[in-house]
């Protein structure tokens, strides 16, 4: 699988120059009004908590992400919906946190709007980004899949908030707004920690 050497040659280059070389991993995900209703573990005796559910529609909030391989540290922008206009203004923001960096590494998997005209213009513009595509159907490589899951099970899981989905938006975004510095425990979570 050469895509697979490519992404660990970039990620050990981004462990050996910290700072030079940057690795990001790239993706989309939605997070919905309505709490998920997977069982909740609980101590024997106890009771499951009564989820509460809105009468409202399930609204739902788009979230295209970056997950700095090196940190853990993440970036977020949220829509209503993600389009190619939306995304090209998100990868024409990649360089500015890195502006010592003589490499940016952007690992994403190949959902069509990554590959759309618009995108691809907003990345050749930052000469110092590379695209590493991952193999169609491999969500193992793209580390960021591991914050969705964490995200989601520590905030939108069971949640309290389905009433108010301007208060659910603001807990998830602040979730991500903590994690922008990075995290240790993040990062081990993600499977990081060789870099």
Known sequence: MR????????????????????????DEVSFYRQPSQAWLWSN????????????????????VGLLEAAKAGVHVWEFPKVTADRLAGCFGQIGSPYPEARRIYL?????SVHFHP????????DPRI???PLPTYSPWL????????????????????????????????DEFQRLNGGSPELKRYCGLQSI
Do not use: C
Not at 44 to 63: A, D
Not at 118 to 125: C, H, S, W, Y
């Open 107 to 111: 690992i994403m998997d190949n959902w």
């Open 142 to 173: 793209n580390n960021i899949e591991k914050l969705w899951r964490w995200a989601k099970q520590r905030i939108t899981h069971a949640h309290p908030w389905s009433d108010d989905f301007l208060l659910f938006r603001r807990q998830v975004l």
């Open 130 to 132: 590379q695209v590493i």
């Open 44 to 63: 024997m005796g106890r009771r499951q908590p009564k989820l509460r559910y809105s009468n409202t529609q399930n609204t739902l909030m788009r979230v």
């Open 3 to 26: 895509e697979k050497g490519v992404l660990d040659q970039a990620l050990q280059e981004a462990a050996n120059h910290p700072g030079e070389v940057i690795a990001l991993f790239t």
């Open 118 to 125: 618009k995108v691809q213009e907003a990345l050749a513009a």
